[in-house]
């Protein structure tokens, strides 16, 4: 076993552990959730982070498609957070410029939850591909 295998077995264990928390969260925010105001959206909140470790157990079988869609996840939840910030800001009447309100989404802890476990999973695949 060389560096590479062992530092890709690291990055699908922390991607592992990130995927699960990010799911956890989304059951969290399911139970939590208001859907009488817009149920689409936030349906597609709670459903895309509940997604990420069946994602990620779909790894097992093909890591590039794992890693795929964990990046269509990441960026779908980050369309679908941005939306509901900007609806937010937008009634309470606070926002500055949609880039300004996609970059302050950017920044909240499960978008960046959900990119990390995207980028986790993208260096697994990286680095296993190197290692054959």
Known sequence: MNARSVFSWL???????GSF?????????????DFARDTLAMG????????????FLLSF???RWSASLHWI??????????????RTCSDSGYCHGFMRTVLQTFTARPVEAVFAVALFNLAALILRRKAR
Do not use: I, N, Q
């Open 11 to 17: 990055c699908r264990l922390v991607a592992a552990a």
């Open 21 to 33: 928390l990010v799911t956890t969260y989304g059951v969290f925010s399911y139970m939590g959730a």
């Open 44 to 55: 597609m909140f709670c459903a895309l982070p509940m997604l990420s470790f069946p994602v």
């Open 61 to 63: 079988k093909s890591l």
């Open 73 to 86: 996840l990441a960026a779908a939840y980050l369309a679908v957070y941005t939306a509901l910030d900007w």
